[in-house]
């Protein structure tokens, strides 16, 4: 059994300001005595009571490219066990992100085929019997935090055994060594205080997958 410290994070693939917190927090782990445990949560999910509320385009997004990705994700937990999610989000995220691909059923496959995992698992990507656990791993996620906000959600045991969960943080670019570690620090240092909510100010720039 590890003794290491659980840091369970919940990613929808389709995020980039995700997967830049996702690739932080596995420089963190090089540089604390953390252990990440991945798990799904969904867009999709998140905005379906929502959607005459957003964007046209952001709106046509989800519709068209949020529910694919997130079904062969939870497919791959539930067949072949949560281990497959780290390796399988990377991948995922190397060819959406870091390659342009976007995240469009031929990415998907081609990722199945970089980490080994059978190509079978695309029969989910139009409907999936797994969308119960799908939206169970949604809920947990988001209990933790609340519906205002969105991926990733990040959850780590506090001092009283409890769980310490915020969302985020956004950043960009991801940093990297002690860097990463401090803010690390930092990030729990803000999100232990049980009456703090809230550190914010205008995104300047999209996600830079430069250092990835």
Not at 47 to 70: F, I, S
Not at 77 to 97: M, S
Not at 104 to 111: L, P, Q, S
Request: aromatic share 8%; hydrophobic share 40%.
């Amino acid at each position: 059994m590890s003794d290491k410290t659980p840091v369970d994070f919940w990613f929808d693939p389709l995020c980039p300001w995700a997967w830049m917190t996702s690739r932080w927090v596995l420089e963190v782990e090089k540089v604390r005595d953390i252990e990440v445990r991945w798990h799904v949560m969904s867009l999709a999910v998140l905005n379906e009571n929502r959607l005459d509320e957003l964007p046209e385009e952001y709106r046509d997004m989800l519709a068209t490219k949020a529910w694919g990705p997130v079904r062969v994700v939870i497919a791959a937990q539930q067949e072949k066990g949560p281990e497959v999610l780290g390796d399988f989000y990377t991948a995922l995220g190397t060819r959406i992100h870091n390659q342009g691909e976007g995240p469009g059923k031929e990415t998907v496959a081609a990722a199945l085929k970089d980490v080994g995992l059978p190509e079978s698992l695309l029969e989910h990507w139009d409907s999936t019997p797994y969308e119960p656990e799908l939206r169970a791993s949604h809920q947990e996620g988001i209990d933790k935090v609340g519906q205002d906000v969105g991926t990733p959600v990040i959850a780590v045991p506090g001092s009283d055994g409890e769980q310490i969960a915020f969302f985020g943080p956004v950043v960009t670019p991801a940093p990297q060594g002690e860097e990463a570690g401090r803010l690390w620090d930092g990030t729990l240092a803000v999100a232990s205080v049980p009456g703090f909510y809230e550190i914010k100010r205008t995104r300047t720039k999209g996600p830079d997958f430069s250092n990835l």
